[in-house]
Nanobody
């Protein structure tokens, strides 16, 4: 088990911003890709954004491109998700996840560990 602790979720009006953070309690943090996944009621879990082990390659699902930014600080064992111009359809539980390897991060099956998740609710 890899402890992953998310923070930063909450209630925000449409058009607003939130920044999610995830701290991993693992020495080998920098060896693995990291990502943010979300699941809305009645929908399948999807990868919102992923980043490779070094932080120089990223992935975004189409619906968040240009609005969300994933980044990581390997010195702090932390991965971030900056969410701007939030929309009602972004409402979901967002979970931080650790990849099974250093470079695969675009599909849910690429991840082996997830945090408990943090609720993001966007209101009109």
């Amino acid at each position: 088990q890899v402890p992953l602790v998310e923070s930063g979720g909450g209630l925000v009006q449409a058009g607003g911003s939130l920044r999610l953070s995830c701290v991993a309690s693992e020495r080998a943090f920098s060896n693995y890709a990291m990502g943010w996944l979300r699941q809305a009621p009645g929908k399948e879990r999807e990868v919102v954004a992923g980043v490779n082990w070094s932080g120089d390659s990223t992935y975004y699902t189409d619906s968040v491109k240009g609005r969300f930014t994933i980044s990581r600080d390997n010195a702090k064992n932390t991965v971030y998700l900056q969410m701007n111009s939030l929309k009602l359809e972004d409402t979901a539980v967002y979970s931080c996840a650790r990849g099974r390897g250093p470079r695969s991060y675009t599909s849910p099956s690429a991840y082996g560990y997830w945090g408990q998740g943090t609720q993001v609710t966007v209101s009109s």
